[in-house]
């Protein structure tokens, strides 16, 4: 589900505490984007594995194409891409009537050159057959025993994945009995701020922090089903680094 106060989880992948291994919990407060759509809490894993090719950082499962440096990267990959929507989380009996916006699994191409990351992403389980690019920057500051991580991601979406987290079909409408306009969704972009912090407990542990907010384009204002175009993202969790 797409979250105000929440968490995506895109805001895991980044984070591995610079070691081979993690395991982690993060705990989450979330209201949807959608309309008459309640606020939810819920608790999420933290798992990441680094080889020397092969990684897995939960959202995602990758291939590093060519030796990782502190420098650069290339990877090619599975991810989950977890934006979705179940109308029945929805006090609008209209709203209920609709399909399930289910979340995606993507193939993906990334390369990093420092601190800026580019992405391209093509969704291959048939959920939306839609496709995504993005490019993000972040840098960790120290700030005595915390490391201060701000970043900042432009996506650009397809009107096909678009078009499923945010359309409304003419059979969808028909169910409504017209109440709920058919809307075909146009291609959108978004523009996520956010800043993580992490402070060691002890050699292993680690506490993390984050808030992000995510601004979508007022395109998808048009939408009958959404009620806002402003997504903030707040987590807390606990990390175990071996």
Do not use: C
């Not at 993507?106 to 389980?125: C, E, N, W």
């Not at 959920?127 to 201060?148: C, E, N, R, T």
Request: net charge neutral; no cysteine; aromatic share 10%.
């Amino acid at each position: 589900m797409i979250k105000k106060a929440s968490l995506a989880l895109l805001l895991l992948a980044p984070f591995s505490a610079q070691a081979d291994s993690s395991l982690g919990i993060i705990g989450a407060q979330s209201e949807s984007l959608y309309k008459d759509t309640g606020s939810e809490s819920r608790a999420l894993p933290n798992l990441s594995y680094t080889g020397e090719r092969f990684y897995f950082r939960l959202p995602e499962i990758g291939y590093h194409l060519l030796p990782k440096t502190p420098a650069q990267s290339l990877a090619v990959g599975l991810s989950y891409e977890g934006s979705k929507f179940d109308p029945d989380n929805s006090d609008d009996a209209n709203i209920r009537l609709l399909d399930d916006r289910d979340a995606s699994v993507m193939a993906f191409a990334s390369y990093r050159l420092g601190p800026i990351t580019t992405k391209l992403a093509q969704d291959v389980s048939g959920k939306h057959d839609g496709f995504y690019a993005q490019i993000s920057a972040g840098y960790p500051i120290l700030v005595a025993a915390w490391k201060i991580i701000p970043s900042i991601t432009y996506r650009y979406m397809d009107s096909k994945m678009s078009n499923h987290l945010f359309g409304v079909s003419q059979s969808e409408s028909i169910k409504t009995g017209g109440v709920i306009a058919a809307y075909d969704s146009p291609s959108i972009s978004r523009i996520t701020y956010g800043v993580r912090g992490i402070y060691p407990l002890t050699q292993s542990v680690n506490l993390m922090l984050g808030v992000h907010q995510t601004q979508y384009h007022n395109t998808i204002l048009k939408s009958p089903i959404i009620e806002d175009n402003t997504v903030t993202s707040v987590l807390a969790g606990i990390v175990l680094s071996f």
